[in-house]
C-alpha cells in the first residue's frame, strides 16, 4: 500500500513538471519569424560593413583631392624679418640688408600629361572596386554566419517540439496504465519502468530548452540585438534554394584576384610616369623690401617656370618594376589554388547534399512506421496485450527518426547555405 502511494505521488510531481513545460512550451507559435527578418537586421547593423561603405565614400573625396590638387593653387605668403645693427653688433648687413618685408600672393600650377592623371584616378577606382567587392565577401561571410546560426536554433526548436509531442504521448497514457496496474492487469515493476522512461523524456525536454536558449542567445548576438524572448518566437523553415554561380568575371571571391592584377599594372604605369618631365609655373605679385617704411616703393609682379627631368636614379626605376612583376606572380599563384580549391569544394558539397536528400525518403518511411507501431501499441496498451518494454521501445524509435530527419533537414539547408555562400 505504502508502495502504491508512493507511485502516485511521484506520478503527481512528474505531471505538475509536465504541465510547467507546456505552458512554457506554448507560447512558441505567438510570433512567426523569417530568416529575411535576422539578415536584414545584421546587414543593417553590422559595423564592418559601415566601415566599408565609408572606406568607399572616404576614396571618393581622394579623388576630388587629386584633381584639386592639379588646379591653381594661390597663397598669401608673408615674411617679415628685421636686423638691427649698430657698432660691434649685429649681422654683417651684406646678408641681411638689415631685414626683409615681403607680402605677396602667389600662385602656382604643375602640368602632367592627361593620361598620367587618368593613371592616377584609375588607381583610385580599383581601390573603390576592392573594398567593394571586401564588402561583397563580409556581407556574403555575415548572411552564411547569420543562415547557419538561424538553422541551429531552428533544429533546437524542432527537436524541442518533437519531445513535447512524446511527453505529451506519455503523459497521455500514463493515467490508462495507472488505472491498469491498480487493476493488476500490469505489473508495478512495469508502471515503474513507463515512469522512469517519462522523466527520462521530460529531462531531455528541458535540456532541449536550454540549448535551443542558448543557440537562440548566439543568433541575436550575431545580430547585434538584445532579444531574451527566444520562446515567443516560432523559427519557420527557411526556403533556401541553390542559387546560379555567376561568371568568374563577376564573381566576388575571384574580382578580387582581378583587381589586385590591375593594381599591379597601374602602379607600374605610375611609376614610369614618375620619370617623365614635370613643369610647373608660378607668379606671383605685392611688395618686397629691405625697408619697412619704404615698401610701397617696392610693389611688382614676377613670373616663372620649372622643369624636372630625372636622369639617373641609380636603377631604382627598374627595381621597383621587378618588384611588382614578383607580387604578379605570388597573385597568380594564389588564383589558381584557389580555383582549384574552388572546383574540389563545390563539388564536395554537391555530393553531400545529394547523400541527404536521397535519405530524406527513408527516414519519412520510417517516421511513419515507428508513429504506426505506437498507435498499434496504443490500442494494445487499453487491453494489456502490450509489453511496456515494446510501448517504450516503439517510442523511443519514434523520436530518434523525428529527430534524424531534423537533423537532416538541417543538414540539407546548410550544405545549401554553403554552396550559395560562394555564389556572389
Known amino acids: 500500500m505504502q508502495n502504491s502511494k508512493g507511485y502516485l505521488y511521484l506520478c503527481c510531481l512528474i505531471f505538475a513538471v509536465l504541465v510547467s513545460l507546456g505552458n512554457n512550451l506554448s507560447c512558441l507559435a505567438q510570433e512567426n519569424i523569417h530568416l529575411d527578418s535576422y539578415l536584414q537586421i545584421a546587414k543593417a547593423r553590422s559595423p ?7 572606406a568607399i565614400a572616404s576614396l571618393s573625396i581622394d579623388s576630388e583631392k587629386t584633381r584639386a590638387g592639379y588646379k591653381p593653387q594661390v597663397a598669401l605668403v608673408s615674411t617679415n624679418m628685421y636686423a638691427p645693427s649698430g657698432k660691434n653688433f649685429g649681422y654683417d648687413q651684406t646678408v641681411t640688408n638689415g631685414g626683409q618685408f615681403s607680402t605677396v600672393v602667389a600662385a602656382s600650377k604643375t602640368f602632367v600629361s592627361q593620361k598620367n592623371l587618368q ?146 599594372d597601374n602602379t607600374i604605369r605610375l611609376i614610369n610616369f614618375s620619370y617623365r618631365p614635370k613643369v610647373s609655373v608660378f607668379a606671383d605679385a605685392g611688395y618686397n623690401a629691405t625697408q619697412l617704411h619704404t615698401f610701397y616703393q617696392n610693389f611688382g609682379v614676377s613670373a616663372g617656370f620649372s622643369v624636372n627631368l630625372p636622369i639617373y636614379d641609380g636603377g631604382r626605376r627598374k627595381l621597383s618594376i621587378t618588384q611588382m612583376q614578383l607580387s604578379e606572380d605570388t597573385r597568380s599563384g594564389y588564383h589558381q589554388f584557389f580555383q582549384d580549391q574552388f572546383a574540389q569544394q563545390i563539388a564536395a558539397l554537391h555530393q553531400q547534399l545529394n547523400a541527404t536528400e536521397n535519405l530524406a525518403g527513408d527516414i519519412d518511411d520510417q517516421i511513419k512506421y515507428s508513429k504506426g507501431l505506437i498507435d498499434v501499441n496504443a490500442e ?30 538541417v543538414s540539407r539547408l546548410q550544405i545549401i547555405n554553403q554552396i550559395n555562400y560562394w555564389n556572389r
Open 119 to 264: 593613371t592616377q584616378f584609375q588607381g583610385q577606382r580599383l581601390s573603390t572596386d576592392s573594398i567593394r567587392t571586401l564588402s561583397a565577401i563580409a556581407e556574403q561571410e555575415l548572411k552564411r554566419s547569420i543562415t547557419a546560426q538561424y538553422l541551429t536554433a531552428y533544429g533546437d526548436q524542432q527537436q524541442l517540439l518533437a519531445l513535447a509531442e512524446i511527453n505529451s504521448t506519455l503523459q497521455d497514457e500514463e493515467g490508462l496504465l495507472k488505472s491498469l496496474t491498480q487493476n493488476n492487469i500490469y505489473r508495478q515493476t512495469d508502471y515503474l519502468t513507463f515512469l522512469v522512461t517519462q522523466r527520462q523524456q521530460a529531462l531531455q525536454l528541458r535540456q532541449m530548452r536550454i540549448q535551443y536558449l542558448n543557440d537562440y542567445a548566439n543568433l541575436a548576438n550575431l545580430c547585434g540585438i538584445v532579444d531574451t524572448t527566444a520562446m515567443n518566437k516560432k523559427l519557420l523553415l527557411p526556403e533556401l534554394r541553390i542559387a546560379e554561380f555567376p561568371a568568374e568575371m563577376n564573381s566576388a571571391f575571384f574580382a578580387r584576384y582581378k583587381i589586385d592584377s590591375l593594381q599591379l
Open 48 to 54: 564592418l560593413l559601415r566601415e566599408y561603405r565609408n
Open 380 to 409: 494494445l496498451l487499453k487491453t494489456g496485450d502490450v509489453r511496456i518494454p515494446d510501448f517504450v521501445l516503439a517510442i523511443n524509435n519514434y523520436l530518434m527518426a523525428k529527430t534524424l530527419r531534423t537533423q537532416n533537414q
